[in-house]
């Protein structure tokens, strides 16, 4: 019996530690938007997706005007690509990124950072491999999920709220 009770508070952080670890249970979840574009390139990036739940996105919710955003929730956004590729005419190594971000009206800075597994909070500017410009358009439909799609010419775009960000990966 008193094995029984020492080991019974020990289950039950076992069983605790292992509840935690189902990411699809966050108010965050994890998604995946991938494709291969025309030329063989694959194009995959994991993130999570905050949802707007009737806050104001830059007042009340990420990103706000000027700072780095992890481009999604939780941990950083990764960007992975299997060939060597141009962002925006910009060339990116093939390998994983971290995928940030920083909104400043219509005008968008897209950063791909070396340092990709690591919570999303964590950046360090001078680890960035390259950083596009882009211009933001007003989507066709509010997205209540941030949500990322690859289309297979290549485009990228960025869906929250009432903003697209497109960027192209050739």
Partial sequence: MKKLLFLLPIAMIALTACGQGDKAKRPSPPAKASGTTASGTMISIDY??????GRTIGKDLEPMAGKVWRTGANEATVFEVSKDVKVEGKTLPAGKYGLYSIANGDDWTIIFNKTWNQWGTEYAQDKDALRVNVKSKKSSKFAEKFTISVGKDGKVSL????????????
């Fill in 159 to 170: 869906w929250w709220g009432d903003y697209e960000v497109p960027f192209t990966v050739e």
């Fill in 48 to 53: 999570s997706q905050p949802s707007v739940k």
